[in-house]
């Protein structure tokens, strides 16, 4: 069984930085793509960024230029760096990832989400 925690969330005023972590934890496992998305109140969930196990990286407009993706394969951990931050920014953000388990034979692939960190921006 694989999970994936996330970090990071909180209150911040519009123009502020946060860095969100979500780490996969367990054992017999290997990550693929790794994605961050976002669900703000009454609107439907959204993909934010999205990073490859190479490290190539993609983005919504909305946030291109402020957000960053990266990982650390070491680690088994995505970071989504979130620098000037709007009020539309808020949000439920969640971690995703592909994910082959091997943990109790040969390994199947599919797909898992964290458990969603409130981000907010507001003065």
């Known amino acids: 069984q694989v999970q994936l925690v996330e970090s990071g969330g909180g209150l911040v005023q519009p123009g502020g930085s946060l860095r969100l972590s979500c780490a996969a934890s367990?054992?017999?496992?290997?990550?693929?793509?790794m994605a961050w998305y976002r669900q703000a109140h009454g609107k439907q969930r959204e993909l934010v960024a999205h990073i490859t196990s190479g490290g190539s990286t993609k983005y919504t407009v909305s946030v291109k230029g402020r957000f960053t993706i990266s990982r650390d394969n070491a680690k088994n951990t995505v970071y989504l760096q979130m620098n000037s931050l709007k009020p539309e920014d808020t949000a439920v953000y969640y971690c995703?990832?592909?994910?082959?388990?091997?943990?109790?034979?040969?390994?199947?692939?599919?797909?898992?989400w964290g458990q969603g960190t409130q981000v907010t921006v507001s003065s």
């Open positions: 367990g054992s017999m496992f290997s990550i693929y793509g």
């Open positions: 995703n990832a592909v994910v082959r388990d091997s943990s109790s034979g040969p390994g199947t692939v599919d797909d898992y």
